[in-house]
């Protein structure tokens, strides 16, 4: 199939961006999205042009490298991380958009890529359980029932990649954050800490610039890996109830 | 957001409870006006609790705008660089028109207090002391009943998503069960308050209510 | 328990010389850091006779730790909590998209929750056993002895393991051992370990002992009088060539599986750190101990940029086959009769059947294709796929019972390559998967320079010549949590080292060599991009240093890798400027380093004329065509030392000498 591409290019983080149109033929619909653009990329570097930078890593839909705005959807039309998406969800002659996620907490450093450490700092604020290496009784010392441990599974499985954040018309990351203070939650080893754990948690997300969740649900939408709205009810619950401890 | 908009909503439900008592006639629905005047009388002067409710409504109100416009502020701060291309595809409607349905509802609020409570605008040009008259005058005119049907509109949307979005905000909603159940509420919420307050207009504008 | 030497085999004596002319003998290598005495008390005794680093002095004492994966992550955290002062690098743009991430299966422990005989001796036997005893008796009985240790630790951080009803963990059996000793996390346990490593790794982060250097690559090592003492890092954001110098540094920087181009490995998975460290003296142990892992979904053109994994469970319940004819092969397979099907696994290996280890499922998958049998599209010459069919587990357990066992994994293969396998048969093709190979350690995991210690799939491993399912993780962090923070304070203890800065000479120099390399890959402007010569290598590396090596595939596979690596330093074309994020320069260093270390796994296969785990040399098979190992020769890792861009690789063997267990040759007939 022959694509036209509309790309957002950026320099570097200070430099005025612009979208830019490219074209693309014979592509498979094999191919997955990432395999299109390194075949544009090719191209550009035989035509002597500065190659598109996107983040990617594992390819396999894990690891939460790729970041694309996709004709305005986050990852594209389909329920999955774009290094998932496959060609045959285009149609031949299609004009695809792709942007950056937009956000002001996650800057653009080139082209597509963004800087995602805002992440990182909000799991700095609380995001774990203070437990040091060595410290640790037997595995079996606490039982867990088994449904706390399958809803503490299926929210850890947030891969960080920022798609509720570009999907959210406030630019919040409520869903992130709500996915690791439930998953945390809902274990006997997240409870210690669990009320100064969402306080801090929540008070970083402010600092770096997200918005506030207005419950639109659009980010549970954007989720690659389907984490539901329930998350961010329990992340508001666990915020009264640490307000009503005193935190 | 979410506390003071259960007060606007325990408030739209009272107030659609009481228009309805136009059905009951012009005694029956000036005495309920009248009523709210004097109740909890004498432990309370004339018009106390009345008055008591609208500090309470107008707190609410302060507190409802005030964090409507920070969350304003804050969504656009943090993406002060929009989409090209933006899509929706899990959103309602309602959801991503609380602004400008807020704003909407706002607007009207204001003429609405003008036409039945502040000043008492009888638009039709007749008498104004008597609140049941007014209020069929106001509505035998086609294009006020439309201004109200619009602002319920708003309404709706505004409780549709509002309701359930005070669940959320307030963690009652952390099952699949209780987030359809919020849900419903909204819908819920939405019909009857909206369809509760648009009875009187269409009544009044097609003669049932004169 | 066998008693001390009933099994201690004699020291090998290589009478083959395959690799003859292309490497220098060196002086015999031996572990000096050794432990001897009971197995069971060697890590025991080796963590007490370690000296101790006075709480009050840690924080003076600066670690570099390169890569936050399993290894990396939990050791920069571990020694954070510990009060050391760590500075943890990764080129990823956060320390959680680490590889690790990707592991399915699981991970591991001698727990013996399931009372079915499972032991610490027990996980030991069979990692030996599985590395196809090339591996050492002291570091795998180590590896089993943590193993324990790491399931507590990563519960109590919150990892989501699967429980049974009651509560407590669930154990499943995992690449065909007779016990239940596999932790899992549904096929997602990398993952929840790697976060629970990451978020130990944060926490320490804020408590202001671990900075984190994210978008770093470690471009050189920094050798100050003989110890490593810092690295060279280009901030690939900003371009910004950095100097930050240490008491020791640690390489935690993964596997080197991408050398084939295409791999399961991310696409951002190098060799350049461990290279780099080689080029400055540190050995590089067995580079040609490669796992390939037969069940990925395979290649469907030219254009692919990597594969894709799925879990090996999925052999439990399909059926492997290729159609007898080779003109049946473009036939919808469910109009080939029953008749006309070679299920090529049952056939030869009737006891083992499809569940055979992974090294021969693959090979044998290879043997099918090149006969022309294979199935799915024509990729080159060959059809490259075999059918893993799942028509007969449907009958027997129904859809739902198939949809219950391997849901997320039929949606996966759907997703990528746009069939149902509910109605045709998937198709799977080896792919590589896993390096056992890596930069050469003592017990202490510091290589053979002192102050640089290496861990994980980086180091040449406790897995010997092959590596068993779910061990990976288990070694990952085993080394990080456990191995490695008892280890370096034993070298951190006479830390301090005498200060240096940036104007040091050696420092400068490093600084300047990398700077110089840039400029040279920046200056070429020839015509092929770095990733058409990544191609071509791993064309070259998969046909002749795969699944099956052999002496003139070999030979031919060297002269083509020099031929590649001059064209490449004479045409290479780079766009962009060094001082700004760019991609194409940072893939071109990368390349550079897999060209070089491509002909290296290729020496060090043409010297191992045997067949042990994942090396297989067409010479040396039975007349069933099966693995022949040649203990008396090769019983011995062997440790490359770098010789000079224009010399020869110095070859080192440190024998294997077992004492615990006794050296068998594999059988799964």
Redesign the interface.
Known sequence: MNLTL?I?RQ??PTAAGA?HQYHVQDI?????F??ML??LN?QL??Q????V?F???????????CDL?I???AHGP?V?TTC?L?M?SFKDGQEI?I?PW????FPV??DL?V???A??RI???G??????????????A?????AD??K??NV??C??CGACVAAC????ASLFMGAKIT??GR?P??QPERDERVVNMVAQH?HE??????????C???CPKEI???V?????????TAIRNGH | MAASGLVFIGFVLAHMYGNLKAFGGEESFNEYAEHLRTIGEPLLPESGLLWILRLGLIAALVVHVASAFALWKRASDARPVKYQVAKRRNSSLSSRTMRWGGLTILAFLVWHLLNFSIVKINPAGGETNNPYQLMVDTFDLWWMTLIYLVAMAALAMHLHHGTFSAMQTLGFTQTVAARSRARLAGWVVAVVVAGGFSLVPLFTLFGVIE | MATTDTYLNQPSQQQSDDAHGYYTPGAPLVDEKAPTGPIAMRWTNRKFSNALVNPANRRKLNVIIVGTGLAGGAAAATLGEAGYNVKSFCYQDSPRRAHSIAAQGGINAAKNYKEDGDSVHRLFYDTVKGGDYRSRESNVYRLAEVSTNIIDQCVAQGVPFAREYGGLLDNRSFGGVQVSRTFYARGQTGQQLLIGAYQALERQVAAGTVTTFTRHEMLELVMVDGKARGIIARDMATGEIETHLADAVVLASGGYGNVFFLSTNAMGCNVTATWRAHRKGAYMANPCYTQIHPTCIPVSGEHQSKLTLMSESLRNDGRIWVPKKAEDCDKDPRDIPEEDRDYYLERIYPSFGNLVPRDIASRQAKNVCDEGRGVGPMVGDFRRGVYLDFSDAIARLGKDGIEAKYDNLFDMYERITGENPYEVPMRIYPAVHYVMGGLWVDYDLQSNLEGLFVAGEANFSDHGANRLGASALMQGLADGYFVLPNTIRDYLAHAPFAPIDESHPAVAEAKKSVEDRIAKLLSIQGTRSADSYHKELGHIMWEYCGMERSEPGLRKAIDMIRELKADFWSNLKVLGTADSLNQSLEKAGRVADFIELGELMCIDALNRRESCGGHFRAESQTDEGEALRHDDEFAYVAAWEFGGDAGQPVLHKEDLLYTAIEMKQRSYK
């Not at chain 1, 937009?102 to 907490?105: E, F, G, I, M, T």
């Not at chain 1, 606490?142 to 088994?146: A, S």
């Not at chain 1, 997200?210 to 649900?217: H, L, S, V």
């Open positions: 509309n957002w320099a570097n979208m498979s619909e094999d191919m997955s990432l395999e390194d075949v090719e570097n035989e002597g042009e500065d190659p930078a983040d990617h890593d594992c390819r396999e839909g894990i690891c939460g490298s705005m004709d305005g959807q389909e999955t998932q496959h045959r958009t942007e937009r956000a002001s907490a450093i080139k890529i800087d995602r450490s992440f990182d799991i700095q604020a995001g774990y359980v203070s437990v040091n290496t060595g410290a640790a009784p037997d595995a079996h606490t039982p867990v029932p088994q441990a399958l503490a599974f850890a499985t891969i960080g018309p406030n630019g919040s998953h945390l274990l080893q997240g402010d610039g997200f918005g506030g969740c207005t419950n639109i649900g659009e549970t939408a954007a539901p709205l329930d961010i009810s329990q992340l508001n619950r666990d915020l009264r």
